[in-house]
Each structure stands twice: as C-alpha cells, then as structure tokens.
C-alpha cells in the first residue's frame, strides 16, 4: 500500500481494511475439505471460559484502529503497519483455505451465572462468527503487530500492557486453541519484522 499524503493514507487504510475483510470472509464459507477440529490439550482445558471477556476478544478491532492513530503522524510507519497487517491477513487466509480448523464450541455452552452482556457478546459471536478460521489466530497476530508498531512511541507500554489480555482473551471467550495463540504470535512477530524499520520521530 502507498500513499504519502494523508488522504492516500486513509485511502491505503479503508482499502486495506476493506480487502482483510473479504480474506477472512471467505475461508467462512469456502474451504478445501471438512474443518479439522484438534484434540484439547490440556493447557486448552485449563482455561476458563469466560464469556465477559467478549469485551476484551472485540476491543482488539479498537486497539487495531487506535494503533494506526497513534502512528498517524509517521506516514511511512503508518504504511508499513498496514502492510503488516495485510500480511498476516494474507497469510492466516491460506491457512484457513488449505487446512481449516474448527473449534469445539459445543463443549463450552454459556454457564449460568453468565451476565446478560457476557450472554450477549457470545451469542453474537457464534451466531455471525463460524468456529472455523482458528489455526493461526488473527486476533492475536494483530494484537502483536499493534505492539510492535508502537514500540519507540510513548503508548508502547499502555499498548504492551492492554495487548496481553486483548489476546489472552482468545483463550477464555473460547475461540481459540493455544496452538492458534502461539502461531499467531509468530505469525505477528514475523509479518511486523518484515516491515518496521526504526524511526527516530517519537509521537
């Protein structure tokens, strides 16, 4: 994505925005053969669910956008944290096209003293969200590249400290398994170095 001045920025932003969009979108509904679900380890069964935490698992949509405010002011940054996410994008996609894996939502049914907002946050989620596109988790490689980008900026510690529970969180509104969490890491630390460069030019 290019752009140099403001408006092709958010050109490059909406354009990018709009095309993650579709790659995730698709996978829902095509993929090659039936989706796989994997055995729960026992890591997996040791995690809580907690439906609350919807707040959190839907808050990394405005970590994602309060990110690119932030690097606002360094266009070039701002691109390359674009470009960023379009890989990881691109990249989760071909893993939910080739090899989709599912997540076993049946065994997590909403415990009774679920709060009416926890309640709803969840069945929003399995209503409009397929339990498929898990392995490598999105979420998490986005939370990730959020970070990394606003390393050398003065919300790089609220950003490390609201990043790690935005991703845990996938863990405990049950969406993913702790293999997505650690491939999506990778995944993250991979695609932000391929294109952070340092700046100089604190905002």
């Given at each position: 994505?290019?752009?140099?001045s403001g408006r092709?920025?958010?050109?490059a932003?909406t354009?990018?925005?709009?095309i993650c969009?579709?790659m995730?979108?698709?996978p829902q509904?095509?993929h090659r053969g039936d989706?796989?679900?994997?055995?729960?380890t026992?890591w997996d069964?040791?995690?809580?669910?907690?439906?609350i935490?919807g707040?959190?698992y839907?808050?990394a949509f405005?970590?994602?956008l309060?990110?690119?405010?932030?690097?606002?002011p360094q266009?070039?940054?701002?691109?390359?944290?674009?470009n960023a996410c379009?890989?990881a994008?691109?990249v989760?996609?071909?893993?939910f096209?080739l090899w989709?894996?599912?997540y076993?939502?049946d065994?997590?049914?909403?415990?009774?003293s679920?709060s009416?907002l926890?309640?709803?946050?969840?069945n929003w989620?399995r209503?409009?969200?397929?339990?498929?596109n898990?392995?490598?988790s999105?979420?998490?490689s986005?939370?990730?590249?959020?970070?990394?980008?606003?390393?050398g900026?003065?919300w790089?510690?609220?950003?490390?400290?609201l990043g790690?529970?935005?991703?845990l969180s996938?863990l405990?509104?049950?969406?993913?398994y702790?293999?997505?969490v650690?491939?999506?890491?990778v995944?993250?630390?991979v695609?932000?170095?391929?294109?952070?460069r340092p700046?100089?030019?604190?905002?």
């Amino acid at each position: 994505m290019t752009g140099r001045s403001g408006r092709g920025l958010l050109i490059a932003a909406t354009a990018t925005t709009l095309i993650c969009a579709a790659m995730y979108a698709v996978p829902q509904h095509w993929h090659r053969g039936d989706p796989t679900q994997l055995s729960l380890t026992a890591w997996d069964r040791a995690v809580p669910f907690w439906p609350i935490t919807g707040v959190l698992y839907f808050g990394a949509f405005l970590f994602l956008l309060l990110t690119f405010i932030a690097l606002w002011p360094q266009r070039l940054q701002a691109r390359r944290f674009l470009n960023a996410c379009l890989l990881a994008q691109t990249v989760g996609m071909l893993c939910f096209l080739l090899w989709p894996t599912a997540y076993p939502r049946d065994l997590y049914p909403l415990p009774a003293s679920t709060s009416p907002l926890g309640a709803a946050l969840v069945n929003w989620c399995r209503s409009n969200d397929q339990a498929v596109n898990c392995l490598p988790s999105l979420h998490v490689s986005t939370v990730v590249i959020c970070v990394a980008f606003l390393r050398g900026t003065r919300w790089f510690m609220p950003g490390l400290l609201l990043g790690v529970p935005l991703a845990l969180s996938t863990l405990t509104f049950k969406q993913h398994y702790v293999v997505d969490v650690i491939a999506g890491l990778v995944l993250g630390l991979v695609s932000a170095g391929l294109f952070l460069r340092p700046s100089s030019r604190k905002v």
